[in-house]
């Protein structure tokens, strides 16, 4: 059971690329999330999915797109990357009242 | 809408001490509170929760209080370790289960030998 999986673990982009970060769980969970962590500002909600074909926005989801095609995978598209995206990337997934969460995907956009 | 703040945003203390880290939140309309623990280029590693009925959460060392009515959780660490140093996030999820869960900025905690 690998649990919340992330790949890459680190990216480097230059303004304006498009990339996806993706994000697999094998623990059947419904609800899954995106959220981004920057220097003191805590981890926010960008884009978030309680099952297969229904996902909304969280707080900050412009400059992102997600897609719930199956159950295990909620991908991250970023289409033209913009040096505000520089940031930590956690995905998560949600069972009952417990959230959890991947080890991260490292951004940095020049 | 939820805000979630941690004071102090650092901590630095010596080994054996026991310490409070703070969690406050604006509207106590919430569904739980959930204590984090994030090791540097780590992602988050869930500490306690505690459901809104719920006056307290004990584990080991670590014991998490909410008081909803005044918008307050505390983190009690005893006997600290150097182990204990890491990033303590709070989060509150709102009214139902499946509502979003509101971060705090987190409290850096570093114990020294």
């Known amino acids: 059971n690998a649990g919340v999986t992330q790949t890459p673990k680190f990216q480097v982009l230059k303004t304006g690329q498009s990339m996806t970060l993706q994000c697999a769980q094998d623990m059947n969970h419904e609800y899954m999330s995106w959220y981004r962590q920057d220097p003191g500002m805590g981890l926010r909600l960008i884009h978030y999915s309680v099952g297969a074909g229904i996902t909304d926005q969280g707080e900050v989801p412009n400059g992102y797109n997600v897609s719930r095609s199956t159950t295990e995978d909620f991908p991250l598209r970023l289409l033209s990357a913009a040096p505000s995206q520089t940031s930590v990337y956690f995905c998560?997934?949600?069972?009952?009242?417990?959230?959890?969460f991947g080890p991260g995907t490292r951004l940095t956009v020049t | 809408k939820q805000e979630v703040t941690q004071i102090p945003a650092a901590l630095s203390v010596p080994e054996g001490e026991n310490l409070v880290l703070n969690c406050s939140f604006t509207?106590?309309?919430?569904?739980?509170l959930q204590w984090f623990r994030q090791d540097p280029g780590k992602g988050l590693t869930s500490l306690l929760l505690?459901?809104?009925?719920?006056r307290e959460q004990t584990s080991g060392r670590l014991n998490a209080s909410l008081d909803k009515s005044s918008g307050r959780s505390t983190l009690y660490i005893a006997a600290s370790q150097p182990g204990d140093s890491a990033t303590y996030l709070c989060?509150?999820?709102?009214?139902?289960?499946?509502?979003?869960?509101?971060f705090g900025q987190g409290t850096t905690l570093q114990v020294k030998p």
């Open positions: 998560a997934t949600t069972w009952g009242s417990e959230q959890y």
């Open positions: 509207d106590s309309a919430i569904y739980n």
């Open positions: 505690i459901q809104s009925s719920q």
């Open positions: 989060a509150v999820r709102g009214s139902s289960n499946t509502g979003k869960l509101i």
